[in-house]
């Protein structure tokens, strides 16, 4: 089956620092979200990318979406201590038949931003 | 707007009691359902999906098993709870926005319910 992996398992950064993470896939995904966690909550979608190559900013957030489709990279720019928390991308196959509506998630990188 | 009501919050079960969580949906017309696990704060383990009523797949063999009574709602259950089964329960919705061969789609998530078998 699919599977993302996701990198690095955790960062701990000072504030005002920027942030890198990726995912890769052993396997393409038309569809790549990343989404954060706070501690307790469900995960909030940050960012949605469905070209390959497209290039995405949300505020200080920017994501993209590998040419190869197997894989994306999201960067925080001037990290704040609400930063911290858990990432998680996501890949989804799309396309007809139900299976290919699943979302495969890697296993999170856990920010932690020193003030 | 679309919505996402996750209920209970959290939930203290005995081993051996039955369990029904629900998930209901509001704001959007057949959306695909989903049931993840979060064990440990890390990691989202796909349960069941759903892509319409009574449509239910399941992703890995377990104690739980899950229902899509109505269009928006969502229901995971069990009849007798394992130890095994304590953990983090989130509830999703997704809607495909297909255009030919380019499908897409965002999922949104609910609050969670902290379940914890004692």
């Known amino acids: 089956g699919q599977q993302l992996n996701q990198s690095p398992q955790s960062m701990f950064i000072q504030e005002g620092e920027d942030v890198s993470m990726n995912c890769t896939s052993s396997s393409i995904f038309n569809t790549w979200l990343w989404y954060k966690q706070d501690p307790g909550e469900g995960p909030v979608l940050l960012i949605a990318l469905y070209k390959a190559g497209e290039l995405t900013s949300n505020g200080r957030l920017t994501a993209q979406f590998g040419i190869t489709r197997k894989d994306s990279f999201l960067n925080i720019s001037a990290s704040i201590p609400s930063d911290v928390g858990i990432y998680f991308c996501a890949g989804q196959l799309g396309g007809s038949g139900g299976s290919n509506y699943k979302l495969t998630f890697g296993k999170g990188t856990l920010l932690t931003v020193n003030p | 707007s679309q919505t996402i009501h996750q209920w209970p919050a959290t939930l203290v079960q005995p081993v051996g009691s039955p369990l029904s969580l629900e998930c209901t949906v509001e704001?959007?017309?057949?959306?695909?359902l989903y049931w993840y696990r979060q064990a440990a704060g890390r990691g989202l383990q796909l349960l069941f999906y759903?892509?319409?009523?009574?449509?239910i797949s399941s992703e890995v063999p377990q104690n739980l098993s899950a229902s899509r009574p109505q269009d928006r709602q969502f229901i995971l259950s069990s009849k007798k709870l394992l130890l095994s089964d304590s953990g983090f329960y989130l509830c999703?919705?997704?809607?495909?926005?297909?255009?030919?061969?380019?499908?897409?789609?965002?999922?949104?998530f609910g609050q969670g319910t902290r379940l914890t078998v004692v």
């Open positions: 759903s892509v319409g009523i009574g449509q």
């Open positions: 704001g959007t017309s057949n959306p695909n």
């Open positions: 999703a919705w997704s809607v495909i926005y297909g255009e030919r061969y380019q499908w897409d789609t965002e999922a949104f």
